[in-house]
């Protein structure tokens, strides 16, 4: 077993930052009782100014003027790791999360991704694109990727021989031991985990109990460590807010990229698509305005979500301002990639036919794109339709124009010259819409080839169908 | 003075000019109409480029023109997208020139989105041929549908009134359909050669 650690030492903050697109404004989580704000975390241009975590908002006041401030939230930051959870379980089926970290097992997905030094890039390229810090650290046991992650980024211990030595000069306030354990043992002289490996068995087991002997088995890899494995749930919900009001939907581009970029992640973990997802805007009266995005087959792409999602919202007008955006799929298909021609002759940086046709019916419309197909029906109006269904396979032997008129509206011009006729279309009887035409090719003065009908007998009073084009 | 150049050297040198461009050996987009791919510089629709139909009245004969190039494509699993057309197209009428409706999208576009759908269309190289009716459509509009058709690789249909002829156009092949006692095509601009005096028949009929 191999287990990678990734720690998210800011997860947070990232979470607050990825939303934001200015990325060099002074901003601080605070939390803590009202009478005493305290700093929870500041990202870099606020730490540039001299604000850190665990100090008085009162003393970031004083030292720094204008910064932005945003609540901490734990449900925010629990919800966060989820997500990420959700991108791992994409790399391996065992997926833990640890407190500031999820824990993966990959010695199986190291055959498929490619030796640990490639998998680790892979890893970090999506937490990059993810927008989140991130440590990474494999070791034998997930515990002590766990410890070993939080003191070297980067370090990969793959033999459990070599596992003792790697934790060996770890000190016990970083090996992430109980809090009372870290306190008691420094005072009495020990100070290493090396040191504290070392201590006989039963002389800890009488002075902690047995839960410490336990934690130090799991991280060495003495005994197995039991572990609730991750679920990816069934149903994806993401929500952004924003500390001020969004009055234009050009605002909204931003977040809705990266909310549609979480969804994608979440789907490539599941191997599952989606075809119909909605979006909720908050106002800060009223209920929320709902916007539903449906495309033809289900699909993943982050572009192709983005742009179906983008094409919809850019139609919507915004009543009211808008606080928070909300990303909710429910129904979540399976995906079956599109198949290519090895031999297709298509450029190959061609956009792919299903993203072209998203793109147009978010423009235009949903009912925009059609497809054509015969029906089994004689009478011309109902002779085609665009509804999916079987096409029938007989060709028709009776002449039939290229362009038909979607109303046949009466002829005005001179008299045309016919050139074959009459077909009788005499049919309908079984749902009330009954016809009785005689049918002629005509050509008019024009010089143009027009299909006309007229009642069965005459031949006056032509109505316009069709042209021979 | 009796310094002996071989002719060869002088015309790769382009030190003399042609008074003809030399005919392409057949193109590998061809019209379906032998008579037209003749006069044609590049032996059939020029490649990757927009090709303009000027029509004198709707319906006058522009799909005869084009859709033996339409059943050519969809045969061969390629799309195509009809955008804004001003008729229905008859599928029985389609089907029995050999084209495969499943491989034509119809695009209903408004009269403002029509040269936007035409342009995703052409630029996204998924498309093989693109037909559109655009209104009023200017020199620029048609310019940018030039340059996508040729990063999308795809041929372009614009089909417009013959009262826009007399307008200067960036397309690479401006054909006007004439309708007499027979239909005839009448070359207006070619790219890579001169347009031939005579206009081309068409063999015009119904069926």
């Not at chain 1, 449900?75 to 833990?96: I, K, P, T």
Request: glycine letters at 8%; hydrophobic letters at 45%.
């Amino acid at each position: 077993m191999l287990w990678a650690c990734v720690l998210l030492p800011q997860l947070a903050l990232d979470g607050v930052l990825r939303r934001r697109e200015d990325a060099h404004e002074p901003l601080v989580l605070v939390s803590g009782p009202a009478q005493a704000r305290v700093v929870h975390a500041a990202n870099p241009p606020a730490r540039a100014a001299g604000l850190y975590r665990g100090q008085k908002l009162v003393a970031a006041q004083a030292l720094l003027s204008q910064f932005a401030m945003v609540e901490y939230d734990r449900e925010d930051e629990a919800r966060w790791q989820r997500l990420l959870a959700a991108w791992a379980y994409r790399y391996s089926g065992e997926v833990g999360l640890f407190t500031h970290g999820v824990v993966l097992e990959v010695s199986r997905s190291l055959n498929l991704f490619g030796p640990w030094p490639h998998f680790e890039s892979l890893l970090r390229a999506d937490l990059r694109e993810l927008g989140f810090r991130h440590r990474v650290a494999l070791a034998p046991t997930p515990h002590a990727a766990y410890v070993l992650a939080g003191v070297h980024d980067g370090l990969a211990v793959e033999a459990p021989d070599a596992l003792r030595h790697a934790l060996a000069p770890i000190a016990i306030g970083q090996a992430r031991l109980p809090a009372e354990v870290a306190q008691a043992l420094p005072a009495m002289g020990i100070r290493s985990l090396g040191q504290l490996l070392q201590l006989p068995r039963a002389g800890l087991q009488r002075r902690f109990g047995g839960e410490l002997l336990a934690l130090l088995d799991r991280l060495t890899g003495d005994e197995p460590t039991p572990m609730e494995s991750y679920r990816p749930p069934d149903t994806f919900e993401q929500r952004m807010e924003w500390t001020h009001e969004i009055e234009h939907v050009e605002a909204l581009v931003f977040p809705l990229r990266r909310l549609t970029a979480d969804l994608a992640t979440y789907l490539a973990g599941r191997d599952g698509g989606v075809q119909r997802f909605e979006l909720e805007l908050e106002h800060c009266h009223g209920p929320p305005t709902r916007v539903a995005v449906g495309m033809l087959s289900a699909g993943r792409d982050a572009t192709l979500l983005f742009d179906c999602a983008r094409g919809r919202l850019e139609r919507q007008v915004l009543a009211q301002p808008v606080l928070a955006m909300r990303l909710i799929a429910r129904e979540l298909p399976p995906f079956v990639p599109a198949g290519r021609d090895l031999f297709d002759s298509r450029p190959a940086n061609a956009m792919p036919l299903d993203q072209l046709r998203e793109r147009l019916r978010a423009r235009l419309g949903e009912d925009a794109i059609q497809q054509l197909r015969r029906t089994l029906d004689p009478r011309p109006e109902f002779a085609q339709t665009s509804a999916p269904g079987v096409r029938p396979a007989q060709l028709p032997v009776l002449p039939r124009p290229t362009w038909l008129l979607d109303t046949p509206c009466p002829w005005r011009g001179p008299s045309p010259e016919i050139l074959a006729g009459p077909e009788r279309i005499e049919t309908g009887w079984w749902d009330g819409g009954d016809l009785r035409r005689d049918y002629y090719v005509a050509r008019t003065a024009q010089g143009q080839c027009a299909w006309m009908y007229c009642a069965p007998g005459e031949q006056g009073a032509w109505m316009l169908h069709g042209w021979f084009a | 003075m009796g310094q002996v150049l071989a002719l060869d050297a002088l015309i790769h040198a382009r030190q003399v000019w042609h008074g003809r461009a030399t005919p392409a050996p057949g193109g590998s987009q061809p019209t379906g109409w032998s008579q037209l791919d003749a006069v044609l510089p590049s032996g059939g629709w020029p490649e990757h480029a927009l090709t303009e139909i000027l029509l004198p009245a709707d319906g006058i004969g522009e799909l005869q023109l084009l859709l033996p190039t339409v059943a050519r494509l969809s045969r061969a699993a390629r799309q195509v997208m009809v955008i804004a057309p001003p008729y229905l197209p008859c599928v029985a009428g389609w089907e029995a020139r050999d084209v495969v409706m499943s491989q034509v999208d119809i695009v209903q576009a408004g009269e403002r989105d029509v040269l936007w759908a035409a342009e995703q269309c052409l630029r996204s190289g998924s498309c093989a041929a693109v037909l559109a009716w655009p209104h009023g459509a200017d020199d620029r509009a048609l310019r940018r549908l030039q340059v996508a058709a040729d990063t999308g690789k795809a041929l372009a249909f614009v089909f417009r009134d013959r009262r826009h002829a007399v307008q200067a156009s960036p397309a690479a092949l401006r054909l006007e359909l004439e309708a007499g006692a027979s239909l005839q095509v009448r070359v207006r601009k070619c790219r890579g050669g001169n347009p031939p005096i005579s206009a081309v028949p068409l063999a015009a009929g119904w069926s």
